[in-house]
């Protein structure tokens, strides 16, 4: 059986729908589990109950400062060690992402899976399409980001959940390996011309001060790491490409630019969505 932690999230979500649609036995883990799930809790070690499980899918619990994410996956590794889980499937970051603020956690997770003894499997993921497309502004009917010129290989969620499960469905082929999965590079000047509208670039420390005084819900490790996404972005850090998803998936990869506009288009003023609801640049 594969185990898929992060089971309420995004990618672990749509991890296990796609297992399950391969009619391959899985299970999902949470803090806060649904029908057909374990409680699997982090924080909690007594409940890191990995029985069972041949196959486990570590979904990054990045929500939090680096050291507490770290303990995590230590804690959990240590319990599969104990459980005799057969194989670690980690959801790890771009290579080319090694500068970003959250990249230590990931790199640390790394090592710790090399250093389990246990076969592993890590998939440096890209920056999700959806992500990209959230962090656009709109200011005056234009789009703004603090990217400039700089382009993302983007990649869609979907895409990231589809590798995932055909790694974890037949690990042995990927024993020892680190897959890239990196998608298409995209701008939000392209995302801005798809909707028709401008693209205005602020400065980096302009987008410092938005997030530090204009966003009061970000958790105190937040500013850093989207201003070190910006930058990254912006200086051309993360437009690198590989064929790795597309491999693991066995088709082209979804158009990440397509999911970005439709990400962005849908927080944009009421004015513009009616505007693009009547046909404009559709």
């Given at each position: ?33 649904g029908e057909g799930t374990r409680r699997l809790d982090f924080d909690d070690h007594g409940s890191l109950d990995l ?232």
């Amino acid at each position: 059986m594969i185990l898929v932690t992060g089971a309420n999230g995004n990618l672990g979500s749509a991890t296990l729908a796609a297992l399950r649609a391969r009619g391959v036995a899985a299970t999902g883990g949470s803090r806060t589990p649904g029908e057909g799930t374990r409680r699997l809790d982090f924080d909690d070690h007594g409940s890191l109950d990995l029985a069972g499980a041949s196959t486990l899918v570590l979904v990054s619990a990045g929500y939090a400062e680096d050291d507490r994410v770290v303990a995590r996956h230590a804690a959990v590794l240590e319990a599969a060690v104990r459980d005799g889980v057969g194989h670690v499937v980690y959801t790890s970051l771009t290579t080319a992402g090694d500068h970003l603020g959250f990249a230590p956690a990931h790199r640390a997770t790394e090592r710790l899976v090399r250093a389990s003894g246990l076969p592993w499997t890590i998939l440096r993921n890209g920056l999700y399409a959806e992500l990209f497309g959230g962090l656009l502004a709109w200011a005056d009917g234009a789009v703004v980001s603090p990217f400039g010129e700089g382009a993302l290989a983007a990649v869609v969620r979907e895409d990231l959940a589809e590798a995932a499960a055909t790694v974890a469905a037949d690990p042995t082929g990927h024993d020892g390996r680190v897959h890239d999965l990196v998608g298409r590079p995209i701008t939000a000047g392209q995302v801005a011309d798809r909707l028709g509208v401008p693209h205005r670039t602020i400065g980096l420390g302009e987008y410092r001060r938005r997030l530090l005084e204009e966003t009061p819900s970000l958790l105190p490790f937040q500013p850093p790491m989207l201003a070190s996404i910006a930058t990254g972005i912006r200086h051309g850090f993360l437009a690198g490409t590989s064929t790795d998803l597309a491999d693991l998936l066995g088709r082209p990869p979804r158009d990440p630019l397509a999911t970005a506009v439709a990400v962005a288009a849908a927080t944009r003023p009421a004015v513009l969505a009616q505007a693009v609801g009547q046909g404009h640049h559709q």
